[in-house]
């Protein structure tokens, strides 16, 4: 199930995932919006971490590549998938954003993106610029016991069964509203 904003914050409140440096200016009725904190260059050759918070902002050449991390650090336990994608206007901008399209279940960390500025222009990159759209659905329906199993089996069952349910309930909700 897609979770609201009013169950997003439930699901902070009863620690089943944890969002840090959480803002309500990027909480939406269905979606956070993830920051940018962290840049890396490649710069004559070699990889060059910029951190934003420090230097404000940095100019992406045109047709030019940098990988970003989140300001956001993400804990889900194992009842919270999501689904990443790159927020519509930066396409007007000429921005096209790669990234993993899941957060799985027990994730834990920043997550990474890459930036490929795709326009003719310079495009200045700041410090908690909004850059990708998650959605996080509910998936605690689809957890249950592998009763015949021995109990080390179950647990390795409950893992695949979550991500083979959850791709299946998020592929249909999709389908239902294209």
């Keep these: 199930m897609i979770m609201t904003n009013k169950l997003i914050l439930k699901a902070i409140k009863d620690q089943r995932m944890k969002i840090d440096n959480f803002s309500k200016s990027c909480l939406f009725q269905t979606s ?4 940018i904190a962290k840049v890396l260059l490649s710069f004559r050759g070699k990889a060059v971490s910029v951190d934003l918070e420090k230097k404000k902002q940095i100019n992406l050449e045109p047709k030019n590549y940098v990988i970003c991390r989140s300001l956001e650090r993400i804990k889900l336990d194992n009842s919270i998938n999501v689904i990443l994608g790159g927020k519509s ?7 096209l954003i790669i990234n993993g399209v899941t957060i799985d279940p027990s994730f834990e960390g920043y997550l990474e ?3 490929f500025n795709a326009s003719e222009k310079i495009i200045k990159l700041k410090y908690k610029d909004k850059f990708l759209k998650a959605v996080f659905f509910d998936i605690s329906d689809v957890l249950y016991e592998q009763d015949w199993l021995p109990k080390k089996e179950q647990d390795k069952w ?3 069964n979550i991500d083979a349910f959850a791709l299946k309930k998020m592929s249909s ?3 239902q509203s294209g």
């Design 32 to 35: 956070y919006n993830i920051r």
């Design 89 to 95: 206007d930066l396409i007007n901008k000429g921005l």
């Design 113 to 115: 993106f890459g930036i």
């Design 158 to 160: 409950k893992l695949r």
């Design 173 to 175: 909700i999709f389908y």
